[in-house]
């Protein structure tokens, strides 16, 4: 049993806004999210669900305005996967002003392509470990 004390206040203050929760649906975007998992996403999922690292990991957790792909609250850690798509220079630059802001609350992120984690899913798996 872990105590109940394991996410400190101040912890939850980084998770979802509640106005913003509710304004922007981001509870049935994010269920629309996991139930339309790229291959990518599922194949990460499979290796991350049921504390198979030791810790609790998240998947389509929103943060703030965001819905991030996966999270670790506990260590503050969320592994971003993207796709062809995030190569764009719009979507470039709307990815660094996201990954800035989520660092600004302290959070750790780690990116990799869909690529890596469908053909180098040992090597994803090890780095995120080590970043534990």
Known sequence: MEPADKYLPQDKIFTADKKQYARLDLKERARAMRKEATPAEAQLWQLLRGNQLGVKFRRQHSIDRYIVDFMCLSHK????????????????????????????????????????????????????????
């Open 77 to 132: 850690l969320i592994v971003e996967l993207d796709g062809a798509g995030h190569l764009e220079p719009d979507q470039a630059d709307y990815d660094n002003g996201r990954t800035a802001y989520l660092q600004e609350l302290g959070y750790r992120i780690l990116r990799f392509s869909n690529e890596q984690t469908l053909n180098l899913p040992r090597r994803v798996l090890a780095t995120i470990k080590a970043n534990l």
